[in-house]
C-alpha cells in the first residue's frame, strides 16, 4: 500500500484554465471489488451479506444506521470474501465487503411501483433507496439525496456548477446524459407542478452553449452568473437566484445525480457507476472516467496512466482532501481526483501569520479565519465554534490566498471533526 503525506494542505501556485471533456473512459469492473459500508462520518451502513454469500447486481449489502444513510448495493455479481475493516481514500478506518466479481452480472430484479402515484414520504424512501450521495451543498454535506426532496417547494435550484480548476465534467449532463437529465426535469415538473425551475450552470461559453441548448424547449431557465460567485454554497446560491436565504420554498438539486434519480423512479433502474474528472500534471490520459461502484483508485490510477504523482487530492483544489491511499474505493460523492506534480503544488512552508487579513477579505461567510486558526492550534474547540466556526463552508478561499501558507481550511476541517 503506498502512503501519500496527508500532513501538509495544498496550496496551489496558479490558476490554470480548466478544460472540457466530453470523451468518457471507461473503467473495466476489476475481478476484487471493495465496498466501503461507510458514508460519512458517524453515518455508517451494517453488512446484510456475510461471507461465502452470493451476490446479485442490485442487492443490498449494507443498510443504513440512520436515515441520512442510504443503502449500499452490489454492482456485480459474485462471493462475498470478506467483511473487513480497511483505511479509505482519506485516512478513515471503514467497514468494508470485498466481493469476488463472477463477470456474469446477474441480476436482483427490482420492485416496480409507479412514482406518480406515492405520497411525498414514500417518494422521499423510494429516492433514498436509489443509494445516492450529494455533496453540494456544503452547509450539510454528504447527505443522503432524499433529503433534498421537500413536500412543497416554490423554487427548484438544479446547481449543475463546477468548481474545476482542473476541468468541468457537466458536459456530460447535456452531451451523454441528455435524455435522462430531461427526463429527471418532467420529473421535478410532474411533482412541483408550480415551481419556477432554474439550471445553475458554469460560467464559461461551453457551458452555457451545452445547457441553453439542452433548455431549449424545457420552459426552464438558465443561470450562469450569481452576484455571489459562490456557488458552492447552496443557500448563498438560492438567495441570489431567488431572493430565498432561509431556503424557505427552495430546494436544491444536484444536477449530476438528477439523472439517475430519473431513471431510478421511472424506470426503477439502480446506476451503480459514478464519474470521475481524473486530471493533473501526473495523469498521461486526462478526462471523465466512468467508473463502477466499488474500484478502487489504483485500478482508475493504472488506466490514466498515473505516473508518480507528488500529492493527490479528492474533491477540488482548493478544498479537496489529501488522499492518503490509493488501493481502497473511490469514497462516494467524489467527483474529481487529481494527481499533481512537484511544480503544481506550492511546497512553501507554513510560516506564522502577518495579520495581513486577507484570509478574512475572501471569506464569503465573513468569518476571521486566522483568529479561527489560532482557536484550532489551542485546540480550544468551544471557542472556535463561538466564533462562527462552524459556519466554515470549507471553500479553500482563504488558504488559497494566504501568503503565509498557513493551512487554514484544513485546521477548520479538524476541528468539525472533533466536533461530530
Ligand atoms: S474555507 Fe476559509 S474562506 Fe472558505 S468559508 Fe471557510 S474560513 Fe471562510
Ligand atoms: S491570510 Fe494568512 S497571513 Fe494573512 S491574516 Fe490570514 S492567516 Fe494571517
Known amino acids: 500500500?503506498?502512503?501519500?503525506?496527508?500532513?501538509?494542505?495544498?496550496?496551489?501556485?496558479?490558476?490554470?484554465?480548466?478544460?472540457?471533456?466530453?470523451?468518457?473512459?471507461?473503467?473495466?469492473?476489476?475481478?476484487?471489488?471493495?465496498?466501503?459500508?461507510?458514508?460519512?462520518?458517524?453515518?455508517?451502513?451494517?453488512?446484510t451479506v456475510k461471507r461465502g454469500d452470493r451476490v446479485l447486481v442490485n442487492q443490498v449489502i449494507g443498510v443504513g444506521e440512520n436515515n441520512s444513510v442510504v443503502p449500499v448495493y452490489s454492482s456485480v455479481s459474485g462471493t462475498v470474501k470478506q467483511i473487513?475493516?480497511?483505511?479509505?481514500?482519506?485516512?478513515?478506518?471503514?467497514?468494508?465487503?470485498?466481493?469476488?466479481?463472477?463477470?456474469?452480472?446477474?441480476?436482483?430484479?427490482?420492485?416496480?411501483?409507479?412514482?406518480?402515484?406515492?405520497?411525498?414520504?414514500?417518494?422521499?424512501?423510494?429516492?433514498?433507496?436509489?443509494g445516492?450521495?450529494?455533496?453540494?451543498?456544503?452547509?450539510?454535506?454528504?447527505?443522503?439525496?432524499?433529503?433534498?426532496?421537500?413536500?412543497?417547494?416554490?423554487?427548484?435550484?438544479?446547481?449543475?456548477?463546477?468548481?474545476?480548476?482542473?476541468?468541468?465534467?457537466?458536459?456530460?449532463?447535456?452531451?451523454k446524459e441528455k435524455q435522462d437529465f430531461l427526463r429527471g426535469i418532467d420529473l421535478l415538473k410532474s411533482l412541483y407542478k408550480d415551481a419556477q425551475i432554474v439550471v445553475l450552470s458554469t460560467s464559461d461559453a461551453d457551458s452555457v452553449i451545452?445547457?441553453?441548448?439542452?433548455?431549449?424547449?424545457?420552459?426552464?431557465?438558465?443561470?450562469?452568473k450569481i452576484p455571489t460567485?459562490?456557488?458552492h454554497d447552496m443557500n448563498l446560491a438560492a438567495r441570489d437566484v431567488f431572493g430565498d436565504f432561509a431556503m424557505k420554498d427552495t430546494m436544491v438539486i444536484d444536477a449530476f445525480l438528477l439523472p439517475a434519480v430519473a431513471r431510478g423512479l421511472m424506470d426503477q433502474r439502480l446506476t451503480h457507476y459514478q464519474l470521475l474528472l481524473i486530471n493533473g500534471g501526473a495523469v498521461k490520459n486526462p478526462g471523465i472516467y466512468k467508473v463502477m461502484s466499488g474500484t478502487t483508485l489504483d485500478l482508475v490510477m493504472e488506466k490514466a496512466g498515473v505516473e508518480n504523482p507528488f500529492r493527490i487530492v479528492a474533491g477540488n483544489i482548493l478544498s479537496g482532501d489529501a488522499v492518503f491511499t490509493t488501493d481502497s474505493p473511490i469514497n462516494r460523492g467524489i467527483r474529481e481526483v487529481l494527481f499533481l506534480n512537484e511544480n503544481e503544488v506550492s511546497i512553501d512552508e507554513e510560516m506564522?501569520?502577518?495579520?495581513?487579513?486577507?484570509?478574512?477579505?475572501?471569506?464569503?461567510?465573513?468569518?476571521?479565519?486566522?483568529?479561527?486558526?489560532?482557536?484550532?492550534?489551542?485546540?480550544?474547540?468551544?471557542?472556535?465554534?463561538?466564533?462562527?466556526?462552524?459556519m466554515?463552508?470549507?471553500?479553500?478561499?482563504?488558504?488559497?490566498?494566504?501568503?503565509?501558507?498557513?493551512?487554514?481550511?484544513?485546521?477548520?476541517?479538524?476541528?468539525?471533526?472533533v466536533k461530530r
Open 1 to 47: 500500500m503506498k502512503l501519500f503525506s496527508i500532513s501538509k494542505a495544498v496550496h496551489v501556485p496558479k490558476f490554470k484554465v480548466a478544460e472540457h471533456f466530453s470523451e468518457v473512459i471507461e473503467v473495466d469492473a476489476p475481478k476484487n471489488m471493495v465496498y466501503s459500508l461507510s458514508q460519512q462520518h458517524n453515518m455508517k451502513c451494517s453488512p
Open 84 to 130: 473487513t475493516t480497511k483505511t479509505d481514500l482519506l485516512g478513515n478506518k471503514v467497514d468494508v465487503v470485498l466481493v469476488e466479481n463472477d463477470g456474469l452480472y446477474e441480476k436482483q430484479e427490482r420492485e416496480v411501483f409507479s412514482y406518480s402515484t406515492l405520497s411525498m414520504d414514500e417518494l422521499r424512501e423510494k429516492v433514498k433507496a436509489l
Open 132 to 175: 445516492l450521495i450529494e455533496t453540494q451543498n456544503l452547509s450539510n454535506r454528504k447527505r443522503g439525496m432524499q433529503l433534498s426532496f421537500k413536500d412543497t417547494a416554490k423554487n427548484i435550484l438544479i446547481n449543475a456548477q463546477e468548481s474545476g480548476l482542473y476541468g468541468q465534467v457537466d458536459s456530460y449532463l447535456y452531451e
Open 210 to 224: 451545452g445547457f441553453t441548448e439542452l433548455l431549449k424547449n424545457s420552459g426552464v431557465s438558465l443561470i450562469s
Open 229 to 231: 460567485q459562490f456557488y
Open 352 to 390: 506564522n501569520c502577518i495579520k495581513c487579513g486577507r484570509c478574512a477579505d475572501v471569506c464569503p461567510m465573513g468569518l476571521q479565519p486566522y483568529e479561527l486558526n489560532q482557536l484550532v492550534i489551542v485546540r480550544d474547540f468551544d471557542e472556535f465554534f463561538k466564533k462562527r466556526g462552524g
Open 392 to 417: 466554515c463552508v470549507e471553500c479553500g478561499r482563504c488558504s488559497y490566498v494566504c501568503p503565509s501558507k498557513r493551512h487554514l481550511l484544513q485546521s477548520f476541517k479538524t476541528a468539525k471533526k
